[in-house]
């Protein structure tokens, strides 16, 4: 089986583990269960993975690899300070939107990892929050935000990544809406 056809087949397979785990949990789904959702056998399925934690570890380090990507990006565009907290945002809640089973199974589960994976999925969300932190001191530095205590970061992000509980991307605002929405409240509390 060529390279390319596994990728895709194993992508496959993360993205349907994503769905059933959101709807049953890590805990409360066994490797039957999988291997019936992507239509495989269980020797076929460990052809793909190397376990349901493997799946898991999968699942929690794309969408987090993601938004780090994506905050290494707009970090350097060279956005004026509020904007670029709007595009993290906005970005943050689009991928949030576009990957809400994923984002479920991140929040509830991945601490269900163990060892070197876990320590991984870690280091990537706290350097996703420094992100945001650097994102805020350049507004302080550049005199348009007030100082803000360090947890502000965790605020702000749980105020936008529990958007996956209720969000619906075809209801009235789009995720930049909603975004840009929450984050005018926001700035609105920090301006200098």
Excluded: C
Aim: charged share 25%; aromatic share 10%.
């Amino acid at each position: 089986m060529a390279t390319g056809t596994i990728e895709l087949n194993r992508e496959r397979m993360v993205a349907v583990a994503a769905e059933v785990f959101a709807r049953h949990g890590y805990h409360g789904t066994g490797i039957a269960e999988l291997a019936k959702a992507v239509g495989l056998g269980r020797g076929a399925l460990y052809h793909y993975i190397e376990s349901k934690e493997a799946l898991l570890y999968a699942i929690s380090r794309t969408q987090v690899d993601r938004m780090n990507a994506h905050a290494e990006t707009t970090l350097r565009a060279g956005y004026a300070p509020e904007e670029l907290l709007h595009e993290m945002a906005r970005g943050l809640v689009r991928n949030i939107a576009e990957h809400r089973a994923e984002w479920a199974v991140f929040f509830s589960d991945y601490s269900a990892l163990t060892g070197e994976r876990r320590d991984h999925v870690i280091a990537a969300r706290e350097r996703y929050e420094g992100y945001w932190r650097q994102a805020l001191d350049r507004g302080v530095a550049a005199g348009v935000l007030r100082a803000t205590p360090e947890l502000l970061v965790k605020g702000i992000l749980g105020m936008l990544n529990y958007t996956y509980l209720w969000f619906e991307p075809d209801g009235a605002l789009s995720p930049e809406e909603l975004a840009d929405s929450y984050l005018d409240v926001m700035l609105r509390g920090i301006r200098a």
